[in-house]
């Protein structure tokens, strides 16, 4: 009774608990490797099982590559680096829908594009860590 009475009513999340300037693109790049990969393996293998459980990593894979970018999006980039870039709103926006893609595709080809997006984002990223 005592634990239904004090349990949490809501539960949030988040990227951290503190704004701990920990970003780096390479969370949403390896995730993304992890979905071409997937679907390479998919293409490769006819067992109906392996099939099954390939869909189900890719598309939490790809759910992740999407979370991740998320966050560098409206955590890390700021309105200075949007002015320097401004091809940077359209570029998250286009590896959004490329990784929201890989989850209704099970063709290679799709993982490489999200995965051309993201070095894109990467590249700019480290510049912006220079200044």
């Not at 009513?9 to 693109?25: E, I, K, Q, S």
């Not at 392996?50 to 980039?77: C, G, M, N, T």
């Amino acid at each position: 009774m005592f634990s239904r009475l004090f349990a949490p009513r809501v539960t949030a999340h988040a990227h951290c608990d503190l704004p701990c300037g920990v970003y780096d693109p390479a969370q949403a790049r390896i995730e993304a490797e992890s979905v071409k990969g997937t679907q390479e393996k998919y293409q490769a293998n006819e067992d109906a099982d392996f099939r099954v459980r390939a869909l189900i990593i890719k598309e939490q894979r790809a759910e992740a590559v999407k979370h991740h970018l998320s966050v560098l999006w409206s955590d890390y980039f700021k309105a200075p680096h949007f002015e320097k870039y401004p091809e940077l709103h359209q570029l998250f926006n286009d590896a959004l829908k490329a990784a929201s893609a890989t989850k209704a595709s099970t063709d290679p080809k799709t993982g490489e594009k999200l995965l051309e997006l993201i070095a894109q984002i990467d590249t700019i990223f480290w510049e912006t860590k220079k200044a």
